[in-house]
């Protein structure tokens, strides 16, 4: 891992603190869907990270919205989750005969959407059910996963593929 | 060590992932007020539940101390029923007056509060002149007397322990019904003074002291207490003797509570004839 990497992740840390905070954190269609796009920030960190790495910087990242949101622990519980998660995932999902996977950009457009969907569902699951910590509220709090994932998912595909950066490495 | 370390190093991001899971529980339940009540809620329930439980598993090792109590207090209402059959045959053959059979009736009363560490100790149980307890009735627990009830409201009364100064209990002897009375000396709740019985008297160590029939408050033959200590000084006309009460006043639970139906009857007698002799 170079500087030139941990920069870019640190200036994506930032983006993506700031793009939750200020923007996602408003969008709420019908009481339901809610969109927690800073995951992919999670999503989408270096392929060589360490895993203890990967938990802290999860851990760091849940607790700083967290701290946004006044939710103390819930989206760092997530967080933390999806971190650990996201190894396995990952492996399950690459073929046995393909190479060593260089980056996660390089996943190929569905796997891509299978992996955030995974994570995603896990990610929502564990902090709607943390919110209302009780089963009383099951149902609706299904309703509430299930199209909250829907919701993040589609906005992470389009960032993640309708950015500029993306746009130009495609260039390249 | 060495292999604990490595076993750490091994599982080290398990571990991590644990350590960290733990603290954002523990954070989103002190830090989030809704959390928290809920958390405090289940575990105050459960851990009310296991109490409980504790408790019901904990009866079964009391209940051998429990069958004593109740077989105890059992010989002791029996032995009541005989005394006032005898009663009935001896003296009263020919009368089948049912207020003299049932002379006697008990209440079971409740002690709320209770105390022994004072000079004055007073006792206060949940019966009161809604259930027909009135001032002067005596009260008394399975193992022996209690008192005598001083004053009574709706629900409560207060009883006059025999751990009070003031507190007089006319008693004999039982095996040859001298009688004297017995009288609490302050200090240690679980023994109290005879007093009034003369040197003659044939008195040793273990013998019991019970109510005497001379007052109208408690039934004849109600134990006080054991005799513990016999002493006699060569220049004084009366025995000074220690009786060790029956009665555990530490331990009160229950008590009974003597309701006299002849007392009226008996006091009112005896003050008319008192007037009649001093006119």
Known sequence: MNNKVIVSQTVFFALYVILQVFVAKYLELFDVAFCFLYINF????????????LLLLGFVMGFVIDSFYNTWGIQSAACVFIAFARPFIIKILTPKNAGEESEIRDMGFLRFGLYALILTFLHHSIIFFLEVAHFKYFFSTVVKIFFSTIFTLVIIIIIQYLSPKKATKAHE | ?????????????????????????????????????????????????????????????????????????????????????????????????SSIVNQYQFDVAKVVNNSTHKSNNYITINRGRIHGVKPGMGVISPEGVVGKVKSCSDHYSIVVSLLHSKMRISSEIKKNNSLGYVQWAGGDPSKAKMLDLPRHLDIKKKDTVVTSGYNSTFPPGITIGVIQNVGLKSE????????????????????????????LEQEKLEKESFEDIDE
């Open chain 1, 42 to 53: 999670i999503f989408n960190l270096p392929h060589d990270t360490k895993h203890e790495f």
């Open chain 2, 236 to 263: 004084e006309t009366f025995f000074d003797i220690d009786v060790q009460l029956s009665t555990e006043f530490n331990q009160l639970s229950y008590v009974y509570i003597i309701k006299n139906r002849l007392k």
């Open chain 2, 1 to 97: 060590m060495q292999s604990l370390f490595l076993l750490i190093k091994r599982f080290r991001t398990p571990i991590l992932f644990l350590l960290l899971e733990i603290f954002c529980l523990i954070l989103i339940v002190s830090r989030n007020r809704y959390h928290n009540t809920i958390f405090y809620n289940i575990s105050s329930e459960y851990t009310g539940k296991l109490l409980g439980f504790s408790n019901s598993v904990w009866e079964y090792f009391n209940l051998q101390e429990e069958n004593k109590k109740l077989a105890q207090e059992n010989a002791q209402l029996r032995y009541l029923v005989s005394k006032t059959q005898y009663t009935l045959k001896g003296q009263t053959k020919n009368i089948r007056d």
